[in-house]
């Protein structure tokens, strides 16, 4: 059994917290630990009147200071644009095709088109450029492009977007729905065809003789009599087993009973024109560019 503690004359009081013996002495706070403690729960009184801080139903509480993390970023977004505006306007108003030979120029334009890039591409064409095939994304690496790939075709493409509305000099391609137009063994000869001059195993040889045919009477106005396609009218090349939408079979099969038809929005109403000749360059400069 332990033996109670020996007490002296100036002990303080205790809490009346014993343990095996042990007295808890209930000692005051240091005085700067309790005026550093008033003096926090002050400064957070202050900071939520001065500042945006209590959470209200569509918003938090503005604060007396109208301080704003959003006006803040906006004023350092205005003053990279204004120390930009320079080159910028260089950028909006030099001939396209002279970009990738100024290389201060086509540098910024790189930078500044990688970031748009990233903000308004990204998302359909991926983060490297790539594309997404089963989605109907092109690939923006390769050298198949359809109404061209040299830097002003591009822009182009960027600024009015491809088979939109919102745009009356929007690219514009349309594959007519063969499922209405041809019969589903027809449509099995034509795809067997288009198979064996991409360079695939048709999945039924006997069916190739016939699918020409069928091919040159419904499909080479548009794709060529060798099926090269015609860049020109967004016809794409058939026999470079480079797909859109997929090249397996059935795929095929789908492609050409049911049509597509892959829309780009016009990006004039959005980016700057010097927003859209960085990302003209950016994408030519990926090596997909001619």
Same mark, same amino acid.
């Given at each position: 059994? #332990?033996?109670?503690?020996?007490? !002296?004359?100036?002990?303080?009081?205790?809490?009346?917290?014993?343990?095996?013996?042990?007295?808890?002495?209930?000692?005051?706070?240091?005085?700067?630990?309790?005026?550093?403690?008033?003096?926090?729960?002050?400064?957070?009184?202050?900071?939520?009147?001065?500042?945006?801080?209590?959470?209200?139903?569509?918003?938090?509480?503005?604060?007396? @200071?109208?301080?704003?993390?959003?006006?803040?970023?906006?004023?350092?977004?205005?003053? %990279?644009?204004?120390? $930009?505006?320079?080159?910028?306007?260089? @950028?909006?108003?030099?001939?396209?095709?002279?970009?990738?030979? $100024?290389?201060?120029?086509? $540098?910024?334009?790189?930078?500044?088109?990688?970031? %748009? /890039?990233?903000?308004?591409?990204?998302?359909?064409?991926?983060?490297?450029?790539?594309?997404?095939?089963? #989605?109907?994304?092109?690939?923006?690496?390769?050298?198949?492009?359809?109404?061209?790939?040299?830097?002003?075709?591009?822009?182009?493409?960027?600024?009015?977007?491809?088979?939109?509305?919102?745009?009356?000099? *929007?690219?514009? #391609?349309?594959?007519?729905? !063969?499922?209405?137009?041809?019969?589903?063994?027809?449509?099995?000869? %034509?795809?067997?065809?288009?198979?064996?001059?991409?360079?695939?195993?048709?999945?039924?040889?006997?069916?190739?003789?016939? &699918?020409?045919?069928?091919?040159?009477?419904?499909?080479?106005?548009?794709? &060529?009599?060798? &099926?090269?396609?015609?860049?020109?009218?967004?016809?794409?090349?058939?026999?470079?087993?480079?797909?859109?939408?997929?090249?397996?079979?059935?795929?095929?099969?789908?492609?050409?009973?049911?049509?597509? /038809?892959?829309?780009?929005?016009?990006?004039?109403?959005?980016?700057?024109?010097?927003?859209?000749?960085? %990302? *003209?360059?950016?994408?030519?400069?990926?090596?997909?560019?001619?």
């Amino acid at each position: 059994m #332990s033996k109670p503690s020996k007490k !002296f004359d100036d002990d303080p009081d205790t809490t009346g917290h014993t343990w095996d013996g042990i007295e808890e002495f209930d000692n005051p706070m240091p005085r700067w630990w309790l005026w550093t403690f008033y003096a926090t729960i002050i400064w957070g009184i202050a900071y939520t009147i001065a500042y945006p801080a209590w959470p209200m139903v569509s918003k938090a509480t503005a604060g007396v @200071l109208g301080y704003s993390t959003r006006a803040e970023v906006a004023k350092d977004i205005a003053a %990279v644009t204004e120390a $930009n505006e320079a080159i910028n306007t260089r @950028l909006a108003s030099v001939d396209i095709a002279d970009i990738p030979g $100024n290389p201060e120029l086509e $540098n910024y334009a790189i930078q500044a088109g990688g970031a %748009v /890039f990233r903000t308004w591409c990204a998302q359909c064409h991926g983060s490297g450029g790539a594309g997404v095939q089963a #989605s109907g994304y092109p690939n923006l690496l390769d050298d198949e492009w359809l109404w061209g790939g040299d830097i002003e075709a591009i822009t182009t493409t960027i600024r009015h977007g491809i088979r939109n509305e919102d745009d009356d000099d *929007a690219r514009w #391609s349309e594959m007519p729905a !063969f499922g209405d137009i041809l019969e589903p063994e027809e449509i099995e000869q %034509v795809v067997n065809f288009v198979t064996s001059i991409s360079g695939g195993t048709p999945m039924d040889a006997s069916m190739v003789e016939a &699918g020409a045919v069928i091919y040159e009477d419904n499909c080479s106005s548009c794709h &060529g009599e060798n &099926g090269m396609g015609d860049r020109e009218q967004g016809a794409p090349n058939l026999t470079d087993a480079i797909w859109l939408y997929g090249g397996d079979h059935d795929t095929l099969v789908e492609t050409v009973a049911y049509s597509r /038809f892959g829309v780009m929005p016009p990006w004039s109403d959005r980016l700057s024109e010097a927003q859209i000749r960085a %990302v *003209a360059t950016y994408v030519h400069s990926r090596g997909g560019g001619e």
